[in-house]
């Protein structure tokens, strides 16, 4: 019984870290959000079971909080603001598709190696979970690094928050302040970013963050 | 209100955070820009005021909030320099408002933020729990953000968007390693609220799993360290502080950095409490050092009056980085006393750079010349600083580095050889600008400064004072959190 409660949670878990590959391959931008709320999704169902087999029930709010918010709202509101621009063509990358792949491979490899070894006393559910975790959140790391487009580097930074979580519910016991103020610092973080996104849009009729470096004070 | 009032004198260390809570909600509500700025000055006087009972009398340590050696000596210097930013802020505001750059909508906005700002960083030093301190950095760096975007101008949001992706990567960064150390914790001390205590895990700090906190340590420092402002994850700092309103430069400058720094500080101590953990010392030692030279050579590219002070600031963050990265009593003492002359100093350059910014009508150093024959007082002033700054006798700045660097040579003698140099080419870079800056024909406007120079001349007489005669209870008090720091 036990090992079935172990091997799905790390399914969940493993699956999370899939859909972030997924993200790194989408070239449209409702492509991306669609997969941004299926990574959600996913990490919502990974919350849960952590707050079954763990019995704690504060947990479940955490999935709630990343269902409606993260699979629904945001994908609903940056799907509206996407339409509004008229940007849902293709995505601009900085490097293509394959070396991204690779370097994403490369990136999970080092989150194994340098996790597994690290928490070798540590039980075997956090373990795995905390691996699979931070290969979350290097995989958003890079993909703001890799993408252009400002909705892009939104979607990579809140799919390197939901790593974030993962991590959080794997540590078991872990106090509820931080998961909330999680939960609720991506809120304020999409509130700040729409504010950001129209006044872009405003003053330089392009959401690509690549206009944007051509202001750079040395230049003037 | 009496009542309140003496709940207030009682607890200090409640007060430091209800006071600019509690003006927040009162400056966002308050119309008229002129009430609003004196308010602002008067709720960071109450703060200081707070902070300074605290020096007196300190609570003991809840599971939430403590006060100790450390985080006192930051409390106070941030409240203090909060204070006289806030009057500082109060004169540059009303020129702002004349040449229609803000709106009193605006202004309301910026003051609420500007207390918003106070109370994070207060709960940030004194948060006891590791978790409760990543919230209350978060959310500085979430109110710096929307200050710095304030102007809405193509720099203004540029530099806000960059602030806010690198800021948010690095505050992730950071928890990330915050879960690590309570993963670390937990089999020791137990699940739930305990082991995210400061306290109780400096205690048990030899009994954690080192492996982990190993782990946590480069998260955290590459995470706060974003923060700090470490070369080669600065990028965002230059840009904030030159676009936002130069209060807010101050602040950054002055206060911001350091609470980034304390969180860095309190993890150090963890790790180095842990005898089988990797040492936290050369990881510091080394992005100081990285910081301090790549900032010195930088300073001489800059066309930009508040940039070039901002990259000053990744410099001296770097200085100071490095020397507690080398820890021991002398060392620390000496990074602890340059910590609160660079936010003095600092602080007081941006307070003139504001004024000089806004007589000139631009922050364009090839646009403004003779500044010491236009505006003798407001030009000596920002030679002042600026002498200060690049670390000449008898300044308080000479004094600390004259400290790290002969401790350092005392103990690593190559590491001081490249110490010396990164300090020789920043102050030249610093001289040879300001040369220009304030020597010769003068350009531009020369309107008359409508300003009050007192923050900027109180916090050059402390920082001379300091470079004169340090006053020995001041001394102990250092030396005693130097020990405190190992």
């Known amino acids: 019984m036990e090992r079935n409660f172990l091997d799905i949670a790390h399914m969940l878990a493993g699956g999370l870290v899939l859909t972030s590959f997924m993200l790194l391959y989408q070239d449209r931008m409702y492509g991306l959000l669609n997969v941004f709320a299926l990574h959600a999704v996913v990490l919502s169902a990974s919350v849960a079971w952590q707050a079954y087999i763990q019995g704690a029930p504060h947990l479940y709010v955490t999935a709630a909080i990343a269902l409606v918010l993260k699979a629904i709202v945001i994908p609903v509101a940056l799907h509206r603001v996407v339409a509004r621009l008229g940007i849902h063509r293709t995505i601009e990358t900085v490097v293509g598709i394959g070396p991204t792949m690779l370097a994403g491979m490369g990136l999970v490899a080092l989150s194994m190696v340098v996790m597994l070894k690290a928490t070798a006393t540590a039980d075997p559910l956090a373990r795995e979970d905390l691996a ?45 302040v931080v998961e909330i103020s999680v939960a609720f610092s991506v809120l304020v973080a999409f509130v700040v970013i729409g504010v950001f996104l129209f006044r872009i849009r405003e003053r330089f009729d392009s959401v690509d963050s690549q206009t944007l470096d051509d202001f750079r004070g040395e230049r003037r | 209100m009496s009542t309140l009032l003496a709940n ?47 020096l007196v009398e300190r609570p003991q340590a809840g599971t939430y909030l403590f006060v100790d050696d450390l985080n006192v000596v930051f409390i106070v210097l941030s409240a203090f320099v909060g204070f006289t930013t806030s009057v500082f802020s109060a004169s540059y505001i009303g020129h702002e408002v004349a040449i229609n750059r803000l709106t009193p909508r605006h202004l ?30 978060e959310l500085a760096t979430l109110t710096t953000v929307l200050m710095v975007g304030i102007y809405r101008t193509h720099e203004a949001l540029e530099a806000a968007w960059k602030y806010f992706i690198l800021g948010s990567v690095g505050i992730a960064l950071a928890l990330f390693g915050t879960i690590l150390v309570y993963m670390a914790a937990r089999p020791v001390i137990g699940e739930g609220h305990d082991a995210m205590v400061w306290t109780a895990l400096i205690e048990k700090a030899e ?15 590459l995470g706060y360290g974003t923060k700090v402002g470490l070369a080669p994850l600065h ?44 040492a936290p010392g050369p990881l510091m030692v080394t992005l100081g050092l990285v910081s301090l030279v790549f900032a010195g050579f930088m300073l001489y590219r800059r066309r930009d009056i508040k940039r070039m002070f901002a990259y000053s600031s990744i410099e001296h963050m770097g200085i100071i980085t490095f020397a ?74 000479f004094m600390s580095e004259f400290l ?52 900027l001349f109180s916090h050059l007489a402390l920082v001379l004072a300091a ?20």
């Open chain 1, 132 to 176: 699979f975790a931070l290969s979350v959140v290097l995989l958003g790391l890079m993909m703001m690094v890799t993408r252009r487009n400002a909705v892009s580097q939104v979607v990579g930074f809140m799919s390197m928050e939901n790593g974030l979580i993962l991590a959080a519910t794997g540590a078991k016991g872990m106090p509820l």
């Open chain 2, 8 to 54: 207030f004198s009682l607890e200090p260390l409640t007060a430091i955070l209800l006071i600019p809570a509690g003006s927040a909600v009162l400056l966002a509500l308050l119309p008229g820009y002129w009430l609003a700025a004196r308010c602002n000055v008067l709720a960071t006087l109450l703060t200081l005021a707070a902070a300074l009972l605290l």
């Open chain 2, 108 to 137: 309301r906005f910026y003051h609420a933020m500007y207390q918003v700002l106070m109370f994070a960083m207060n709960l940030g030093l004194t948060a006891n729990n590791i978790g409760l301190m990543w919230v209350a950095v």
């Open chain 2, 207 to 221: 009994s954690l799993s080192p492996e982990l906190l190993n782990v946590a340590f480069v998260f955290l420092m």
């Open chain 2, 235 to 278: 990028a965002w700092l230059p840009d904030a502080h030159a676009e936002g309103p130069t209060p807010i430069s101050a602040v950054l400058s002055g206060l911001l950095l350091n609470v980034a720094l304390y969180a860095l500080l309190r993890f150090k101590m963890l790790i180095a409490a842990n005898p089988h953990a990797v």
């Open chain 2, 324 to 397: 507690f990265g080398m820890g021991g009593p002398l060392a620390n003492f000496a990074g602890l006393l340059h910590m609160t002359m660079h936010s003095l100093t600092k602080s007081a350059i941006f307070f003139a750079v504001g004024h000089v910014a806004q007589v000139k009508g631009t922050q364009r150093m090839s646009e403004i010349r003779g500044l010491t024959e236009s505006h003798p007082v407001l030009g000596w002033g920002l030679v002042a600083g600026v002498v200060a700054i690049a670390g000449f006798p008898p300044l308080g700045i």
């Open chain 2, 404 to 455: 790290i660097v002969s401790s350092t040579f005392a103990r690593e003698p190559l590491l001081a050889v490249v110490l010396v140099f990164g300090l020789l080419v920043a102050s030249g870079a610093l001289m040879l600008r300001v040369h220009e800056i304030a020597f010769g024909a003068a350009t531009g406007g020369t309107a008359e400064v409508e300003a009050s120079y007192v923050p």
């Open chain 2, 467 to 486: 470079g004169i005669f340090l006053p020995a209870p001041l001394v102990a008090w250092f030396q005693t959190v130097a020990r405190l720091l190992g």
